[in-house]
């Protein structure tokens, strides 16, 4: 199974799934505007892999004025998402792949993700930010929440095992946990979130840096210039 097919697959189930594997899941995705300015009116906004709407739902409610292009390579998790927000008609829906998005250059304000960025390789991670940089308007914004690695084998190790413990206490059973770690196994791509750091840098944002974590999970926060 494919990450497009593992995705189609567990859409119906998929927030059940989420709210008892992923700890601190609803804090991380409200973090994602803590340092976004309070002034910042984005009138164009892209979100990178949407699946059923979470993120979408928190994007709508802070910005409703703002049109939204939301980006996912699953056909099923698109359309839970579509069928989500019905009644909302500032929203594009785009079923593309991150390795082939074609965006104008400066066409977003605000470019936002949560958990979805890992499932690309680590070279393909650096490519996906250089192409963000170009979307990006002039003092436009980038924020993502990810699964990162840890800095060494042994910290990314004590995460895992921070986690397990974590997602048992949410209500996880040994099915959901080997559901997610064969997941992981042939669809995620850890990166650790100092390279993350770096990438960002290369590919010229400023002001970057990481703004929350909690075992594997990270929020980073970066600007483009004027
Ligand atoms: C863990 S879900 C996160 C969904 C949502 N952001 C949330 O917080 O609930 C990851 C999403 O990324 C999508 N995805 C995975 N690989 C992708 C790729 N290469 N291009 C576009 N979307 C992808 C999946 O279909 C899935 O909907």
Request: charged content about 25%; hydrophobic content about 35%.
């Amino acid at each position: 199974m494919n990450v497009e097919e593992f995705y189609d697959s567990i859409s119906k189930e998929y927030a059940d799934l989420l709210d008892r594997t992923i700890p601190r899941y609803r804090e991380m995705l409200s973090t994602l505007f803590h340092y976004i300015p309070d002034d910042f009116a984005p009138k164009n906004i892209l979100e990178l892999g949407c699946g059923t709407g979470n993120l979408t739902e928190q994007i709508i409610h802070r910005y409703p004025a703002s049109m939204l292009t939301v980006v996912d390579l699953s056909s099923e998790m698109i359309e839970a998402c579509r069928s989500r927000f019905k009644s909302i008609n500032s929203i594009s829906y785009d079923q593309t792949d991150f390795r082939n998005l074609k965006y104008e250059g400066n066409s977003f304000d605000l470019v936002i993700s949560s958990i979805s960025i890992h499932h690309i390789a680590d070279s393909d991670k650096q490519l996906l930010f250089d192409k963000v940089y170009s979307f990006i308007k002039p003092n436009g914004v980038f924020t993502f929440a990810d699964q990162c690695k840890g800095s060494t084998t042994e910290i990314y190790q004590k995460h895992m095992d921070a986690w397990k413990r974590e997602a048992f206490k949410l209500g996880s059973t040994g099915e959901d946990w080997n559901i997610w770690m064969d997941h992981q196994e042939r669809h995620d791509f850890h990166a650790a979130a100092e390279d993350q750091l770096i990438w960002l840098t290369d590919a010229s944002f400023k002001n970057i840096d990481i703004v929350w974590r909690n075992l594997l999970w990270t929020v980073f926060y970066a600007e483009k210039s004027k």
